[in-house]
């Protein structure tokens, strides 16, 4: 098997994507959280914990549903694709939530949809290259 190039890059923008999700969520939601909801540093702190409780429980299984699933478009595809869409759309809409239990509410679905492609996209990297 040869390196395919174009593949291997591909693949890598799906790792260049999550890094600057996540540089992104790491530097807005905690001002966020602070200036528009005045809230204190340890509840801002608690809330930005979520990433890692759903990191930790969540990507287990959205790893191993990306593993058994098989269709026309690829194992990962579909995963990656509706999770990064979804993932975009959800940080968009945290910029305009008016109220703090719809912030959140929002925040869990944007957690959910990264957790829905981030396992999927690391283990895109081993199936397509040498």
Same mark, same amino acid.
């Given at each position: ?11 890598? *923008?799906?790792? #260049?994507?999550? !890094?600057? #999700?996540?540089?992104?969520? &790491? ?8 200036? @528009? ?11 930005? !914990?979520? &990433?890692? =409780? *759903? ?5 287990? =299984? #959205?790893?191993?549903? !990306?593993?058994?699933?098989? +269709?026309?478009?690829? @194992? ?9 869409? $979804?993932?975009? *759309?959800? $940080? ?8 703090? =239990?719809? *912030? ?7 957690? $959910?949809?990264?957790? +829905? ?6 283990? $895109?990297?081993?199936?397509? +290259?040498?």
């Amino acid at each position: 098997m040869k390196l395919n190039y174009k593949r291997t890059i591909l693949v890598g *923008f799906a790792f #260049f994507l999550i !890094s600057a #999700f996540w540089q992104a969520y &790491d530097t807005i939601v905690p001002l966020i959280l602070t200036n @528009k909801f005045e809230m204190g540093q340890t509840y801002s702190g608690i809330i930005m !914990s979520l &990433d890692n =409780i *759903f990191a930790v429980v969540l990507l287990p =299984i #959205f790893g191993t549903l !990306s593993d058994k699933t098989m +269709t026309r478009f690829g @194992k990962r595809t579909p995963y990656i694709t509706v999770g990064t869409v $979804l993932a975009a *759309f959800f $940080l968009i809409l945290l910029g305009f939530t008016p109220k703090l =239990i719809v *912030f959140v509410l929002v925040l869990l679905g944007c957690l $959910l949809s990264m957790a +829905t492609f981030r396992s999927p996209a690391v283990a $895109l990297m081993p199936d397509v +290259t040498v």
